[in-house]
């Protein structure tokens, strides 16, 4: 037995705030929305999937941000999608070259850290 892979990643968001979600998910990182399962919609929450990722929000009755925790997601372009995050008001630290990676750091709407990694 062996794990081969990472399905997807759930963060939290607060109850209602769905389309501050997809302003940030959709708008600013332009990963597509896919529709949650009939029997799970109720719940709130939205998925954001392409081909290679998957972030789902599940809404948290006593919502509090990961402020450590964090997904590392792969960009092609990092400078233009901090640029893209900084002009719709959300804060990205400057980029840091790790090893052969350039990374920084990004909020979503609700203060849940992102980290964006471009291989160099």
């Keep these: 037995m062996a794990i081969v892979g990472?399905?997807?990643?759930?963060?939290?968001m607060p109850l209602g705030e769905e389309t501050r979600a997809r302003a940030f998910y959709?708008?600013?990182?332009?990963l597509p929305e896919r529709?949650?399962?009939?029997?799970?919609a109720a719940r709130g929450g939205c998925w954001f999937e392409s081909d290679?990722?998957?972030i789902h929000l599940g809404v948290e009755q006593d919502f509090r941000a990961?402020?450590?925790?964090?997904?590392g997601l792969v960009v092609d372009d990092l400078d233009?999608?901090?640029?893209?995050?900084?002009?719709?008001?959300?804060?990205a630290t400057e980029p840091e070259l790790l090893e052969a990676t350039r990374r920084a750091?990004?909020?979503d709407?609700?203060?849940?850290?992102?980290e964006l990694m471009e291989r160099v």
């Design 6 to 12: 990472i399905d997807h990643v759930q963060l939290a």
């Design 26 to 30: 959709c708008g600013v990182l332009e």
């Design 35 to 40: 529709t949650k399962p009939a029997e799970l």
């Design 52 to 54: 290679s990722v998957k």
């Design 66 to 71: 990961s402020a450590k925790a964090h997904p």
């Design 80 to 91: 233009s999608l901090l640029t893209r995050c900084r002009e719709k008001g959300f804060h």
């Design 105 to 107: 750091f990004v909020k």
């Design 109 to 114: 709407p609700f203060g849940n850290r992102l």
